[in-house]
């Protein structure tokens, strides 16, 4: 509650920093990196089961993440107390194994581009959660938003078939929305928290609480090695590009604007995958998906709206 308090103080004094534009093309550019993460991870899940992918991804980014804070920011990083424990533990489980174990396991199942809508269903969590526990505004026009993207979801997920019970990506697309629910626990948690503490510092702790929560996923399945070059070429995109340069991103932007307002960027994920998935992957973008697609994001635009 006391970070709360502090947060909600610091928003109202408007004592917080701006929102550069440099920052904003960064956010559009790790957009384009998350996008293109759903071609790597099918590349990826050709030789590696899902567990071990996420685990090759953050065995890698995890270390080159904590060197980095620690080398600029060690005070920070070392700033952290027994009290922090459970919520670090949440920021792992939420923003590493569980959401990475899911959504690998999602793609086993669906495809690129269902993945890549679904997976906006974050954006009409962190409205609710934004609300529920930030006190930032939900609006008629946010409530509208919400009500017109979980309609565009359903499209996607049936269709366009009013039996989509029985389609075959159904497993996966259910999947990638729990993902979207697991990210958005992530973003409002880690919102809470860097109210007082270090972004990257945070990051990197709930790092090392997620590759360690990993572990059971990895007993489960068994240990594999990566033996084939596309395989590591996709591991090391997934750690550097999508894990460390992504989240450190993120993270900043969300230090310094409303959490629902910075996850409309979300909504460019999509439409870049969709175009890389039909040209890399052989995809198909069917009108229902298309129509579904634009429901969600319509959906979610109008849920950003201030």
């Not at 979980?150 to 996966?172: C, E, K, P, R, Y």
């Not at 992504?246 to 310094?256: F, S």
């Amino acid at each position: 509650m006391g970070n709360f308090l502090k947060m909600s103080a610091l928003s109202r004094m408007n004592l917080r920093p701006k929102f550069k534009p440099s920052l904003r093309v960064l956010l559009i550019l790790v957009m384009l990196i998350w996008a293109s993460s759903f071609i790597f991870i099918k590349w990826g899940l050709m030789e590696l089961k899902p567990f071990n992918l996420a685990f090759w991804r953050f065995l890698i980014a995890t270390p080159i993440l904590f060197s980095y804070v620690f080398l600029t920011k060690k005070e920070e990083l070392m700033r952290f107390s027994k009290k922090d424990l459970l919520p670090l533990v949440v920021l792992g489980l939420s923003g590493v194994s569980l959401l990475y174990a899911v959504q690998f396991l999602a793609l086993k199942y669906t495809t690129a581009i269902n993945g890549s809508i679904l997976i906006n269903s974050a954006v009409l969590f962190i409205v609710v959660f934004s609300f529920a526990f930030l006190g930032e505004k939900l609006t008629e026009t946010r409530t509208a938003g919400t009500i017109i993207g979980i309609f565009g979801i359903t499209i996607v997920l049936s269709n366009g078939n009013l039996a989509f019970l029985s389609t075959d990506t159904f497993l996966g697309d259910l999947l990638m929305i729990f993902d979207g629910f697991l990210w958005a626990i992530y973003t409002i948690a880690g919102k809470i928290l860097i109210s007082d503490r270090d972004g990257d510092a945070v990051t990197a702790w709930a790092f090392v609480f997620g590759t360690l929560t990993l572990l059971p996923f990895l007993h489960y399945e068994g240990l594999q090695i990566p033996m084939l070059l596309t395989t590591w070429v996709s591991v090391l995109f997934l750690s550097v590009l999508c894990s460390f340069f992504a989240y450190i991103v993120w993270y900043r932007a969300i230090a310094v604007e409303d959490a629902s307002k910075i996850s409309i960027y979300i909504y460019l994920v999509p439409f870049f995958t969709a175009i890389m998935a039909v040209a890399f992957l052989d995809e198909s973008l069917t009108i229902s998906k298309a129509v579904g697609g634009f429901l969600t994001i319509l959906g979610i635009y109008l849920a950003e709206r201030s």
